[in-house]
């Protein structure tokens, strides 16, 4: 990366800090009036004080998404309206998301207890919906082609530099989703080394490994926070808003131990690469002047905000053998299921704050 590279990078990490900084406060504060005050259940929740609340947030989100979105985007500035334009076509989707979810949540609340059947309903939803909702909110269309001799799924237009697609589907259905702008910008031995990355994470089965165990993890946050704030004896909507904050935290605790679980997958998926003789050093090499994402020289940053390791660690790891057990790309693929938690932190961090082409499919590698 170039030093104006760095330079941009390390701001949008003080963003994202402070992003999820402000919501993990706020979250504290919400559950400090509702742990003072136990008996408060006995009231209800009126609909006018949460759409006010759902305002408040809409409103205090949109300063850091201008400043993510528009200030410190790694590419040219896009015009105030074409920001505008997309900034509303993504939040617009993104809160009626939340809204399902939220329906979702209180009929589960009602009906059993508790949001851990909720929760499952609509991670099982966001899984099967994840190509329409990316269509959705970035405005992007999906097109099958053949690449390599197998079949890859190519999104257009999406200009957003750190666009990188995923895995889309399960098992041997999976197929690679690829931004359409790697067919000219990315080298043919660089796309075909991604392309074999990307293959040998299906072929062992890491989505829905990591899918798994991102479930697991939301719903014993859930099944937690109910026991403990006493959720099923509280109005609706205000259980509701109880189980937001509690999942803001859960959620904030996988952002701080799932970016070093998740490395494993890469050094992986790098090593099975090389020792295919599909060279990934020249992907190393430009995943950086790609994305604009290359970790950070203190390990103690990069173990934390970057579940994407430096260029230079992957390939001084490439001369070790590959790690035992591979969680799979856990935390980049849970800021998009954490939104079956209730939760904004899935689209606050550093990584897509104010860039809607990144909060179904985060960077990933």
């Not at 929740?45 to 409103?59: E, K, M, Q, T």
């Not at 329906?103 to 939803?125: D, E, H, K, N, P």
């Not at 099923?232 to 999942?247: V, Y």
Request: net charge positive.
């Amino acid at each position: 990366m170039t030093s104006e590279q760095s330079a941009l990078a390390r701001r949008r990490l003080s963003l994202g800090i402070t992003n999820v900084g402000f919501w993990v406060l706020s979250a504290i504060s919400g559950l400090g009036w509702l742990a003072g005050n136990p008996d408060g259940g006995s009231s209800s929740f009126p609909l006018g004080l949460a759409v006010g609340i759902g305002l408040a947030i809409v409103s205090i989100q949109a300063v850091f998404d201008f400043v993510g979105g528009f200030v410190l985007i790694p590419t040219r500035h896009p015009q105030p309206l074409e920001f505008l334009r997309r900034w509303v076509r993504g939040i617009v989707a993104h809160s009626l998301v939340l809204a399902g979810v939220g329906l979702v949540g209180m009929m589960s609340l009602q009906w059993t207890g508790g949001f851990c059947v909720g929760l499952v309903l609509s991670t099982v939803a966001l899984a099967f919906g994840r190509s329409l909702l990316h269509r959705m909110i970035a405005g992007a269309s999906i097109r099958e082609v053949t690449l390599e001799s197998g079949e890859t799924l190519l999104a257009t237009p999406v200009e957003d530099p750190a666009f990188t697609g995923s895995i889309v589907g399960w098992g041997r259905r999976a197929k690679s989703l690829l931004p359409a702008r790697w067919m000219d910008a990315l080298p043919a031995a660089e796309r075909a080394a991604e392309l074999y990355r990307r293959r040998w994470q299906i072929a062992q089965g890491l989505p829905v490994r990591a899918f798994l165990l991102i479930l697991f993890w939301n719903l014993l946050g859930t099944f937690l926070g109910t026991i403990a704030f006493n959720f099923a004896d509280r109005p609706p909507g205000l259980a509701l808003m109880g189980h937001a904050c509690w999942m803001t935290l859960w959620t904030f605790l996988s952002l701080l131990v799932m970016p070093t679980v998740s490395r494993g997958a890469v050094f992986a998926a790098d090593r099975a690469a090389a020792d295919a003789g599909a060279d990934p050093r020249g992907w190393i090499r430009l995943f950086p002047q790609f994305t604009g994402e290359d970790g950070s020289p203190r390990a103690a940053i990069q173990n934390i905000f970057y579940p994407i390791p430096s260029a230079q660690t992957r390939l001084e790891r490439l001369a070790f053998s590959p790690p035992g057990f591979v969680a799979g790309n856990l935390a980049r693929s849970n800021l998009y299921y954490s939104w079956a938690s209730f939760t904004l932190l899935g689209r606050a961090v550093h990584c897509n704050v104010g860039r809607p082409s990144l909060w179904v499919f985060p960077p990933s590698s």
